[in-house]
């Protein structure tokens, strides 16, 4: 059992380290834990957690299909452990779902407020409604050892409902399959070429049903190799059969695609794109596809393991690709996965896999064909070929054999976390930076090379040359024209009090001097009563401002330089985007400003000045 031991100890390891990674996402936000921009929203998640997700469930319906469809029978043995992967793999799709959602507490918007021409809306609704029917075609296996006269009618009403479960799963499947292509449709300015085709929805259809061919015979093999028990070696076989000609048919397929589109030559273009279809192509599909042509491939539990492992990381990968990584060429960035992102992920595929491992081990989910009820037993002390309940582990029998292992994990997580991860989590102060002037300004307050560049002679000119400058410079300090925002917006992301109590005091003197601000003697001394300020600072605020501070006549706190950044451009980008001489309907989106790169700029030119 040291197999068994040492693999759920690393999935406790992952796990545990996931769970840390997983409480700094939710409260720190993505952008503490991933390496995505709003050039390049999409990337590991969407297109492993997501997409491969999805994909890599499609034997529950593929296996179902083969049983109860076309009743080939020799299947029936691992028709329970497809369902419960299927299962499993749609819920880590959900939870994966959550972390890549920038307000996940938004999921149930698509129950209530419907899209109907949105395919997100439709393999939305499909997932949740193929995952019910997942659980409800797996039911039987939680209810058949029952003795709750309940649970026994449960069991007895889903046994006979298999059928027309069997083929609603296959419907929903083959739709939000194909949907998945579908949404990426839209692109066909951003996906490479090598990768978009207006018959996407096809190849995502064939492909998930070559990956559900791999995936089962893969969890078959191995679980076999890690309960100690002789491998379903001629059922995987025949789904070997099936799955090389399943992959032989995509990859005729997609290689057709391209070279009709005329886009052969960028496969041997050099590029990162081009390398990048090569390695998945070889993965998804040529070489497994001459592996299962192999005799001696076909007849060893190693070989077909390792051809169908192949074959699951190639089209996850294509899912990858077409999720996020062929689509940063188009947009002059580059994306690599953060390591924080890669581990969640392998986080929720550890979870899933022990999940498979509790039921394994605790309910029927191995047998060759429909058995009676007073065959089943649990928890048996060994295995053998003809018992039904995987071997169990010795190590389960405390809560704590493999918490250590979990513990481990979350240690090794914490003290790989950056900084910032922890520096959101309390809003430590951050001390802005006020950047240089010139004709070019790159914003970067807080010096975490993210840049923004302000082209600040244009706007000038834009705007009406120097007369409107109080539209942005809205509050100067005593003595001071077009006070700077560092000057009064003094922090990153939390407020800045802007007055200054002891040069006041200093100034006009304590004591009778007090009475300045103070007008009434016997009123609180805080903010709400006393004097305004621009009782006194008359030219504080011009007259012309196009953005007044929140608390006149009474200054408070300053928003922090984010927040009045923000609150400011984005204003007064809504309402030039509404202009129809202005023709830019998306300047008030994002990605204006936030281009997801920094200029660079000649340093031996007066307006070149830089603050990174």
């Known amino acids: 059992m040291r197999r068994l031991l040492a693999t759920k100890a690393l999935l406790w390891f992952i796990a545990g380290g996931a769970l840390i990674l997983a409480i700094v996402r939710f409260a720190r936000g993505m952008g503490a834990t991933t390496a995505l921009t709003d050039l390049t929203p999409w990337g590991f998640w969407i297109g492993f957690d997501v997409m491969g997700g999805v994909a890599l469930a499609a034997g529950g319906f593929v296996v179902a299909g083969t049983v109860y469809v076309f009743r080939l029978e020799r299947y029936h043995a691992i028709v329970r452990p497809a369902v419960l992967t299927a299962f499993l793999g749609y819920l880590a799709v959900v939870g994966g779902l959550l972390f890549d959602l920038g307000l996940p507490w938004n999921i149930w918007h698509m129950v209530i407020y419907w899209n109907p021409h949105s395919p997100l809306f439709e393999v939305g609704w499909c997932v949740m409604l193929y995952l019910t029917v997942l659980a409800l075609e797996f039911a039987p296996v939680l209810f058949e050892a029952a003795r709750h006269p309940l649970l026994a009618k449960a069991y007895k009403f889903l046994k006979s409902a298999t059928v027309p479960l069997v083929f609603l799963g296959i419907m929903l499947s083959t739709l939000h399959q194909s949907s998945l292509g579908s949404l990426n ?49 001629e059922v995987v076989q025949g789904l070997g059969k099936a799955a090389r000609w399943v992959l032989s048919g995509y990859a005729v397929l997609r290689l057709g695609d391209i070279f009709v589109r005329g886009q052969g030559p960028a496969i041997f273009a050099g590029t990162y794109e081009s390398w990048l279809f090569i390695t998945e192509f070889l993965l998804s599909a040529i070489v497994p596809v001459v592996l299962l042509s192999l005799p001696a491939i076909r007849r060893s539990a190693g070989g077909l393991t390792v051809t169908a492992l192949m074959a699951v990381t190639g089209i996850v990968m294509n899912r990858i690709d077409v999720g996020g990584l062929a689509q940063v060429g188009t947009t002059g960035t580059h994306y690599v996965p953060s390591w924080m992102e890669v581990w969640m992920s392998l986080g929720v595929v550890a979870a899933a896999a022990l999940a498979y491992f509790f039921v ?17 037993r649990y928890n048996l002390p060994t295995f053998d070929p003809g018992t039904l309940v995987a071997h169990p582990d010795p190590y389960t029998a405390g809560l704590g054999r493999y918490t250590l292992a979990g513990v481990f994990g979350a240690a090794v997580v914490l003290g790989l976390l950056p900084h910032s991860a922890f520096a959101g989590l309390s809003l430590k102060s951050q001390r802005v930076t006020p950047p240089g002037f010139g004709d070019r300004v790159l914003i970067d307050g807080n010096r975490t090379r993210e840049a923004v560049l302000f082209e600040h002679k244009k706007h000038v000119e834009r705007e009406g040359g120097e007369a409107s400058c109080v539209r942005c410079h809205h509050l100067n300090n005593p003595a001071e024209r077009t006070t700077g925002c560092a000057r009064c917006h003094r922090d990153m992301y939390q407020t800045t009090s802007i007055f200054d109590h002891s040069l006041h005091a200093a100034r006009l003197g304590t004591g009778k001097g007090c009475a300045s601000c103070h007008v009434d003697n016997a009123a609180l001394k805080d903010v709400a009563h006393t004097k305004a300020c621009l009782d006194c600072h008359t030219r504080m605020l011009p007259a012309t401002a196009a953005v007044k501070p929140r608390q006149p006549p009474r200054l408070g706190p300053a928003p922090s330089y984010v927040d009045a950044l923000h609150g400011m451009c984005i204003q007064c980008h809504e309402e030039r985007a509404k202009d129809p001489r202005v023709n830019k309907p998306a300047l008030a989106q994002c990605a204006t400003c936030h281009t997801g790169k920094v200029p660079s700029f000649d340093p031996a030119k007066p307006d070149a000045r830089q603050t990174l």
């Open 185 to 233: 449709l839209i692109l066909p300015h951003r996906l490479h070429p090598l990768w978009y085709t207006p018959i996407l929805p096809i190849m995502f259809f064939v492909s998930a049903i070559g990956l559900g061919l791999m995936m089962v015979s893969c969890e078959s093999l191995v679980s076999a190799w890690l309960y100690e028990r002789e491998p379903e070696l």
């Open 360 to 376: 394994a081990e605790r309910f029927n989910l191995f047998h060759a064909g429909p058995v009676k009820r007073e065959q089943f």
